[in-house]
């Protein structure tokens, strides 16, 4: 069983940067497509970005309008977010998620479609 472990959370200013991890254990990382979602207080959880098994192919929701990155490290086992120019808005606690690359890193952004979670880390962004 694939078990996601997420950290690099915390408390950042506004306009700063911040780099989110994820190492996945328990399979092969390249076998999963991996990624990300937030759940902001009193709202649903939603889609941020994700990533295909061998980190070709990237994914992003309208959460992340071009100041978040996916990647993955070469063992393909570790995915990263990072997030420039932080703002308040962005305070949440962010979600790695992973399916078998069968199903495929775009339909990660369908929460139906995710088969792990982690346990998430919290960043808040002050103004």
């Known amino acids: 069983q694939l078990h996601l472990v997420e950290s690099g959370g915390g408390l950042v200013q506004a306009g700063n940067s911040l780099r989110l991890s994820c190492v996945a254990s328990?399979?092969?990382?390249?076998?999963?497509?991996l990624g990300w979602w937030r759940q902001t207080p009193g709202r649903e959880r939603e889609f941020v970005a994700a990533?295909?098994?061998?980190?070709?192919?990237?994914y992003y929701g309208d959460s992340a309008p071009g100041r978040f990155t996916i990647s993955r490290g070469n063992a393909k086992n570790t995915v990263y977010l990072q997030m420039n120019t932080l703002k308040p808005e962005d305070t949440a606690v962010y979600y790695c998620?992973?399916?078998?690359?069968?199903?495929?890193?775009?339909?990660?952004?369908?929460?139906?479609?995710?088969?792990?979670w982690g346990q998430g880390t919290s960043v808040t962004v002050s103004a």
């Open positions: 998620v992973a399916s078998p690359r069968s199903i495929g890193a775009a339909n990660l952004r369908i929460r139906d479609r995710i088969e792990v």
């Open positions: 328990g399979g092969t990382g390249k076998d999963y497509a």
């Open positions: 990533i295909s098994g061998g980190g070709g192919s990237t």
